[in-house]
């Protein structure tokens, strides 16, 4: 039954005059305008037919459903024949294909923009509900782009609706138009995967560099500050960016003149730059501050210098953002870097890239000796220097509980230096058998917020290295009871001068924690 | 025989196999492979070469591995005349060997999109295919010079070839290629940015039945290879010049001169080419029907008088960003042979100095079908109106945005008329 009234179909299709034909959207219309007024379809088909224009007495099933829907472009949804009413629905269609061409348009404004302006670094929405007048939604002032709010909901929808098609092969885009198209996607809305995996197939096959998705990402960015789409693909990027090999293309056509360590170097303060600005625009972004980590330790390979250079330079950052959870825990980070960069002694301190002091180190033992003698002198300063800092910060502010968290931090990493410097060794690596022991009664001591900030991966804090802490500390008298000491004076001071509640509410939390230190 | 007697569907039994197979040869790919499953009889009939003369396989795109196109290639074998695997990114240089080997009458050969391919496709399609056509490598980045020496060898027939993005070509690969291929009528080497005026010569030397060519981005082209192409390609009848932002008036002087067939002519952004040029042009090539003038921004109202009385054939006219135009030059546009019944198309975009004045001359224009306004600040909704008024089925494109936004695809939301009671 079905095979025939397909075969029927097929005929209608062909201009059977007396049943509705199907409706091609797009091509056919066109052809249809040019020669003149649009045949609208017969009226007395459009009024007589009780199942929706069926004809034939089928049942409509989803397809022809759709095609129903579709229809309304020729007809009207209930079979009306007034004018008025196949007028409202050819006018819908004239709009739809209206705003096809609008967004090409604006699309084409968007890419002529960057090409006229290279060097554009914030792009931003702009208010402005009607286009009231005949200009561009596209704004270009100084360095900064923006995108007039009312285009955005033609915008938005068209281009994506373009991409899919593309991606299910229904539609072909060239090189260019996909570069533009994405760009636009991205810059509207950066959590598009599809949009970047999209580029990553242009950039794999050689067609799109890839420094401009970096650029992209920057740009997208400065708008959606903690998009994890975005971050997750500049670290693709990079990673394709340090495999040289994997790039033939390009070093053929010399973009890799500057020498690859220098193009490092580059890249790795770039993004430094990137990760600084999208902390900025949103406080306590996570994503932007473990993309940071990221590329210490894949781009820089947790070299010492570099390291330092960040703590310093973060700094000041930090003093200004207090209630800025990730940025301190990234200083945490550093400052367990660099512990476990200088405490592997000997020979071993060769596979570290500490490339300043290996350059200087002459060789024989004494040249090593004196190297590790070095920074084992700087840790302890460092540590010391943090205190002094987060010592400042809480006098100065009180009531921040990050402060605190990160004082409990520095505070844990010089326990462990003073006290078991040789035998940290044993409990550095990062792939340490962590976690199987069963210290309950440890976990409450720990700040919980150091578990979820395993992103280095180094199981400083793994239960089994606590442990066995804690049973040497209970054969023997604490070797850092001075420290003690001091913290404990220094809560008592907070507590006898600060007005703030919060604030001896996590002097007094800090005091206990001390405690179930020493136990 | 190949049909049985019992159960024998009335199409077997009416029409001889001449007949189902001249049926089959017009159908595609997906309902050709159905029909070969009916029955054994069909599976012959389908699958028989003849019906697999062209085949696209654009809809299956990502689904095509090397392994698809090395099975049709067996089964079409020397039948297989027109192939396109635009946007089969899977397949590679091992299948496409297969193919040529197999294959070896193919004219018409698309890979658009096919990245992985390199040189070796090419050495292959030299050695066995030597009836190629028509060739199009556009996006296959990892083409090199060495393709081009292949092909000059092997594929002497070839009239079009596309080497849009493959960036790797110079001046010695365009000269391999156009010794072998002489009788090269379409060359497209469209963001070939490697290449220069020198390679331009050679194509000047060999090819002379040139009749089109797109240098788009290839913006190390100066006019001195733009006059060598001339003097050598008498016949051209489409240039892209797009983006070859060095040019003056010396090139359209040149193409003034040897090319009188010019009908399509791209200039794109390139800003240095003045009214002098273009009046040179319009007095010359008589059969100039589109043209590119986007962001030449030094021409002015005067190119437009030329062109209306030295070119009656113009149907396309796109003057974006040419902030010299004024009312006076669309004035003789539309009052002109061309402005009356032929002009079709006419972008004047970005042209600050057009005004709803305009759109009145405009009115002449009885073919007029497309117009952009974008950015024509002194243009009114009520000029347009009033335009569309005498021309309703020109499309006017500005930035006064459609009123309302449409719904998903496909859905309509429901209207609400005067005569229906539904919402």
Not at chain 1, 442 to 470: C, N, R, W
């Amino acid at each position: 039954m079905r095979g025939r009234t397909n075969h029927l179909r097929q005929l209608c299709k062909r201009g059977c005059r007396t049943s509705p034909q199907a409706p091609e959207l797009q091509p056919s219309r066109r052809t249809e305008r040019k020669s003149g007024p649009r045949p609208l379809i017969d009226p007395e088909v459009l009024g007589g037919e009780r199942d929706g224009g069926w004809g034939h007495g089928e049942r409509p099933n989803r397809r022809s459903r759709a095609r129903a829907r579709a229809r309304v472009y020729r007809t009207t949804p209930t079979g009306c024949s007034e004018l008025s009413c196949r007028r409202a629905a050819v006018n819908m269609a004239e709009t739809s294909e209206e705003v096809a061409v609008l967004v090409q348009r604006v699309v084409k404004d968007i890419t002529n923009a960057f090409r006229r302006n290279p060097h554009i670094d914030e792009i931003g929405l702009i208010q402005c509900p009607e286009a009231r007048y005949n200009r561009s939604p596209i704004v270009l002032v100084e360095n900064k782009l923006g995108v007039e709010s009312w285009c955005v909901k033609f915008l938005l929808p068209y281009v994506h609706k373009k991409l899919l098609l593309y991606r299910t092969r229904k539609q072909w885009l060239n090189k260019d138009e996909l570069i533009d198209v994405t760009c636009t996607l991205l810059l509207l809305n950066p959590d598009f995967t599809t949009a970047w995996n999209v580029r990553k197939e242009l950039i794999l096959s050689g067609t799109l560099n890839p420094i401009k998705d970096l650029h992209l990402g920057k740009l997208a960015l400065t708008k959606f500050p903690k998009s994890p789409e975005t971050w997750i693909h500049r670290r693709w990027v990079l990673q394709q960016l340090i495999q040289e090999t994997s790039m033939p293309s390009f070093v053929t056509k010399g973009n890799l003149r500057s020498v690859p360590v220098e193009r490092t170097q580059q890249l790795i303060r770039e993004e430094m730059e990137v990760c600084g600005e999208a902390a900025g625009r949103y406080p306590s972004n996570y994503n932007a501050w473990s993309h940071r980590i990221w590329v210490l330790q894949h781009l820089a390979k947790l070299d010492a210098k570099i390291l330092l250079d960040e703590l310093s330079s973060t700094k000041h950052w930090a003093s200004m953002h207090v209630s800025d959870h990730s940025g301190f825990h990234y200083r945490q980070f550093l400052l367990k870097s660099l512990i476990s960069q200088t405490v592997i002694d000997g020979p071993v301190l060769e596979h570290n890239s500490l490339r300043n002091e290996q350059a200087l180190v002459p060789p024989g033992n004494e040249g090593k000796a004196s190297s590790t003698e070095e920074t084992r002198i700087n840790l302890p300063h460092l540590l010391d220097e943090e205190v002094e800092f987060s010592t400042d910060l809480i006098d100065s502010y009180p009531g921040h509980e990050t402060l605190w968290c990160h004082r409990r931090h520095v505070f844990y990493l010089q326990h462990h230096l003073n006290g078991r410097f040789p035998h940290s060794v044993n409990q550095l690596p990062a792939d340490s058998p962590g976690g199987t022991s069963n210290d309950s009664h440890l976990s409450p001591g720990i700040p919980h917020t150091s578990q979820a900030m395993e992103v280095d991966g180094m199981s400083y804090f793994s239960k089994q290295g606590y442990s066995q802490e804690t049973k040497r500390l209970k054969r023997t008298p604490a070797p850092d009871s001075l420290d003690l000491e001091m913290e404990h004076r220094f809560i008592d001071q907070v507590l006898s001068t600060c007005q703030n509640v919060e604030q001896a509410r996590f002097a007094n939390a800090y005091r206990k924690w001390l405690a179930t230190l020493s136990q | 025989m190949v049909f049985s007697n019992n159960d024998e569907g009335l199409i077997n039994k009416k029409l001889p196999k001449e007949l189902l197979l001249r049926i089959f040869s017009f159908l595609d790919i997906v309902t050709l492979c159905r029909c070969a499953q009916i029955s054994k009889a069909w599976n012959i009939l389908a699958l028989d070469g003849s019906n697999w003369q062209r085949i696209d396989l654009f809809n299956f795109q990502t689904d095509v591995e090397g392994r698809v196109v090395e099975n049709i290639s067996k089964r079409c074998g020397g039948f297989l005349r027109k192939l396109s695997l635009r946007g089969c990114i899977g397949v590679g240089d091992s299948s496409l060997k297969t193919f040529a080997q197999n294959c070896r009458n193919i004219e018409h050969l698309n890979l658009n999109g096919c990245t992985k391919i390199t040189d070796s496709t090419c050495y292959s399609l030299s050695r066995f295919c030597s009836k190629l056509k028509h060739l199009d490598l556009t996006s296959c980045v990892s083409i090199t010079n060495s393709s081009l020496k292949g092909i000059s060898e092997g594929c002497r027939n070839l009239e079009y070839l596309n080497l849009s993005w493959c960036d790797q070509i110079t001046k010695d690969g365009i000269e391999a290629l156009v010794r072998g291929c002489q009788g090269l009528k379409a060359l497209l080497l469209r963001g070939c940015t490697q290449l220069e005026d020198e390679a331009l010569k050679h194509i000047q030397n060999y090819c002379h039945e040139l009749v089109s060519l797109n240098l788009q981005s290839c913006s190390r082209i100066t006019d001195e290879g733009v006059v060598q192409i001339c003097r050598g390609c008498n016949q051209l009848q489409a240039l892209c010049l797009s983006g070859c932002g060095n040019l003056t008036d010396a090139s359209l002087t040149a193409l003034a001169l040897n090319c009188p067939r010019l009908q399509i002519l791209e200039a794109a952004r390139c800003s240095h080419l003045t009214d002098a040029g273009f009046t040179l042009l319009a007095r010359n090539c008589h059969d100039l029907e589109k043209m590119d003038l986007e962001e030449c921004i030094l021409i002015t109202d005067s190119t437009l008088i030329q062109l209306s009385v030295h070119c009656p054939n113009l149907q396309a006219l796109s003057l974006s960003h040419c902030e010299l135009i004024t009312d006076d030059g669309i004035l003789h546009l539309s009052n002109s042979t061309c402005g009356h019944e032929r002009l079709r198309v006419l972008e004047l975009d970005n042209c600050l100095l057009i005004t709803d004045v305009a759109l009145e001359h405009l009115e002449n224009c009885q073919g007029l079908e497309r117009l952009e306004l974008y950015d024509c600040q002194q243009v009114t909704r009520a000029g347009i109106k009033r335009m569309r008024a005498q021309l309703p089925h020109v499309k006017v494109h500005a930035y006064f945005a459609p009123v309302t936004p449409p719904t998903a695809v496909g859905g309509s939301g429901q209207r609400l008329c005067r005569c229906c009671v539904i919402l």
